[in-house]
């Protein structure tokens, strides 16, 4: 099963940018399709955005649309986060993992982005 370690999280001003990556323990290739998730406190976790094991996004949340960017290398078992414009809704603690549910792996323990003035 693999593991993923999350990082790139801050605290930054609204408006402002950050770039999350996760890596997986084993090859992320043979795990087809993954997503951001991310959990706020007193909210279920919801995934952000998705992308398909070519590296296609799509099913961004209507929340994050037009700010956030999915990306991922398979040669570097990682997967990326762009986000600009951040808002203060967008804070929780962010975590990667398959989109099929066969296929998930561990959850790892998140990269916290908080968004406040």
């Known amino acids: 099963q693999v593991q993923f370690v999350e990082s790139g999280g801050d605290l930054v001003p609204p408006g402002g940018s950050l770039r999350l990556s996760c890596t997986g323990s084993?090859?992320?290739?043979?795990?087809?399709?993954m997503g951001w998730y991310r959990q706020a406190p007193g909210k279920q976790r919801e995934v952000v955005a998705r992308i398909t094991v070519d590296g296609t996004p799509y099913l961004y949340a209507e929340s994050v649309k037009g700010r956030f960017t999915i990306s991922r290398d398979n040669a570097k078992s990682t997967l990326y986060l762009e986000m600009n414009n951040l808002k203060p809704e967008d804070t929780a603690v962010y975590f990667c993992?398959?989109?099929?549910?066969?296929?998930?792996?561990?959850w790892g323990q998140g990269t916290q982005v908080t968004v406040s003035s």
């Open positions: 993992n398959a989109i099929n549910v066969a296929f998930l792996g561990s």
């Open positions: 084993g090859s992320i290739f043979t795990i087809g399709a």
